[in-house]
Each structure stands twice: as structure tokens, then as C-alpha cells.
């Protein structure tokens, strides 16, 4: 169980383009999403949470204007990577975490995507 | 701000050595902690996670790890690995709201 999706698993696109990422959990209900990006050799760095029917949180220094991040249902969570540029290639992974339980927090338990390898020429 | 840092960044062990891996947080509240496991063409795994309680945490395949508070670490053990234990290895943190991860360990493991 805990099955997380992304799709596409690799894309490449001229500059200027736009591109859209999707995350889906497929056997649970997934309540909050987190999207993250990974340079090589470095740790995961969160980019923005987004909790299903809300605006997502995003973090210091990731502009929401250029990462649109989308949460329309419980299992879909979308990131739009609007006018891409070469500095925006990158790994992103998105991961999920279920409905809490009776006083669980909802960020306790993440289960990861394989993750989207984006080149921007 | 709250920061996680693993010491070590590549470990070649032979199978049946002992492995232990360091993770060191750095965040003034409550936390809690993870290790989780990449193997090769998968996706990021928990591997054991500690929230309160016994600071001992027994997670899958053997791992184990210790939250020393005093000494805001969180290794990650196994008394003898195999070949199969060949991965990265992430640990991260949740303080306030928000989990950090950190840069990631590449375990090799030589049969």
C-alpha cells in the first residue's frame, strides 16, 4: 500500500515553455502533498506543501508565480513549472501523506513519487 | 532554522560488517526523526522513524537507530549488513511543521 505516482518520469522542453508535473497517490487519500527538488549531490529541498482544496505554502526563496502547485483532489496534486529556464532543470519528487489519525500529525509519514527528471535546452 | 547533517557520503562496507551511520539535527523544539532508504531505481522508503518514547527505534531489514537528545543525533545501525542493504540513505527531521532531509549517505556494500 502507500503508492505514489509521477508522471512524466522524464521530460525535456525548450525554454520558455511550460511544463506540468502530476503526483497521484493511488491507494490512499492523500490529505497534504509536498513537493520537492533535488540538485545533484545535494539533500532534497522542500519547495511548497499544499493541503487538498487550499493554496499551497510555499517556501522562502521558491517563487509561486513560476511553481504553480495545484492540489484539486486527494489523490492529484499538480506542479506547473510555468516559462521554464535551464536553471529550473532539476529532479523534483513529490510525496504524500494520508489523513491523520486521532492525533497524528500529517506531515509524520511521507510516501515518496519516483520523482520527474526535468532538462530545460 | 532547523538543519540536518550526515557525515558520511559514500561508505563501502564487505557483507557481514557492521554498519553505522551518522546523523546529527539541528533544531531547538520538539522533533521528530527518520531514516529513509533509496534503493537503486526506487522510491525514497521509510525506513524507521522515532516520535517519543524508547530512543532505541527498530525499523525494517534490521536497521535500528538511537536518539541521543544531549547530543541531538539520530545513527542509524545494523549489526551486519548484506548486499542487498546497497542504497542511500537519508535522514531528516521534522520540527516545526516542516521535515528536513539530509544530503544523503550512498551505502555499497561489496559480497
Known sequence: ?121 | AQSVSQHNHHVILSEAASLELGCNYSYGGTVNLFWYVQYPGQHLQLLLKYFSGDPLVKGIKGFEAEFIKSKFSFNLRKPSVQWSDTAEYFCAVRGYQKVTFGIGTKLQVIP
Open chain 1, 1 to 121: 500500500g502507500a503508492v505514489v505516482s509521477q508522471h512524466p518520469s522524464r521530460v525535456i522542453c525548450k525554454s520558455g515553455t511550460s511544463v506540468k508535473i502530476e503526483c497521484r497517490s493511488l491507494d490512499f487519500q492523500a490529505t497534504t502533498m509536498f513537493w520537492y527538488r533535488q540538485f545533484p549531490k545535494q539533500s532534497l529541498m522542500l519547495m511548497a506543501t499544499s493541503n487538498e482544496g487550499s493554496k499551497a505554502t510555499y517556501e522562502q526563496g521558491v517563487e509561486k508565480d513560476k511553481f504553480l502547485i495545484n492540489h484539486a483532489s486527494l489523490t492529484l496534486s499538480t506542479l506547473t513549472v510555468t516559462s521554464a529556464h535551464p536553471e529550473d532543470s532539476s529532479f523534483y519528487i513529490c510525496s504524500a501523506a494520508d489523513r491523520p489519525r486521532g492525533g497524528q500529525r500529517v506531515t509524520d509519514t511521507q510516501y515518496f513519487g519516483p520523482g520527474t527528471r526535468l532538462t530545460v535546452l
